[in-house]
T-cell receptor, first 111, second 115 residues
Framework: QKEVEQNSGPLSVPEGAIASLNCTYS??????FFWYRQYSGKSPELIMS????GDKEDGRFTAQLNKASQYVSLLIRDSQPSDSATYLC???????????FGKGNQVVVIP | SAVISQKPSRDICQRGTSLTIQCQVD?????MFWYRQQPGQSLTLIAT?????????ESGFVIDKFPISRPNLTFSTLTVSNMSPEDSSIYLC????????????FGQGTRLTVV
């Protein structure tokens, strides 16, 4: 399967701060990218999708995509304790929603 | 999105036995997938469930171990056969290509423990 890298360790941020998560992928032909949030003991929940270079904002979340650098990121503004979860980067391998996932980044928001 | 129901939500099974997991969607979807999430790990795609034909398996997964059915556009099953403790994982059904959405959404998962 295609490689998706999320190398950062657990991220602790104070409440109200910005959490920044990064993801790189190996396959240049990938066209669609996703961020899922997974609470402990729960299934992944889609929070952002991005298909074009640039930024996409949805509420407190902003996804950034740079296909030339094969890089996608997620910013969480005004972090809340409810944002404490593991965030999974996923890449669509072939345009048919066969997803390759990164290992995930655990985010802990400290009140 | 769609409402995805997986059964059972969890099970404890004896090694050497088989377990069939069901995934039911409340509306027709084009694509259904099965993923595995081993303890402390991320998700790995097992196979794409194809309606009316054999599933398409990813590298490292075979039909004899993980037979899959998809008789229609709203239902699929995954069987974990001849289980060993290494099969202890969360198994997740995912759907995409439904009414009003193209992205992939997940069922609540089946937590399997093999003893």
């Amino acid at each position: 399967q295609k490689e998706v890298e999320q190398n950062s360790g657990p991220l602790s941020v104070p409440e109200g701060a910005i959490a920044s998560l990064n993801c790189t992928y190996s396959d240049r032909v990938s066209q669609s990218f996703f961020w899922y949030r997974q609470y402990s003991g729960k299934s992944p929940e889609l929070i952002m999708s991005i298909y074009s270079n640039g930024d996409k904002e949805d509420g407190r979340f902003t996804a950034q995509l740079n296909k030339a650098s094969q890089y996608v990121s997620l910013l969480i503004r005004d972090s809340q304790p409810s944002d404490s979860a593991t965030y999974l980067c996923a890449v669509n391998m072939d345009g048919n929603n066969r997803l390759a996932f990164g290992k995930g980044n655990q985010v802990v928001v400290i009140p | 999105s769609a409402v995805i129901s997986q059964k059972p939500s969890r099970d404890i099974c004896q090694r050497g036995t088989s377990l069939t997991i069901q995934c039911q969607v409340d509306s027709q979807v084009t694509m259904m997938f099965w993923y595995r999430q081993q303890p402390g790990q991320s998700l790995t795609l097992i196979a794409t469930a194809n309606q009316g034909s054999e599933a398409t398996y990813e590298s490292g997964f075979v039909i004899d171990k993980f037979p899959i059915s998809r008789p229609n556009l709203t239902f699929s099953t995954l069987t974990v056969s001849n289980m060993s403790p290494e099969d202890s994982s969360i198994y997740l059904c995912s759907v995409a290509g439904g009414q009003g959405f193209t992205e992939a959404f997940f069922g609540q998962g089946t937590r399997l423990t093999v003893v």
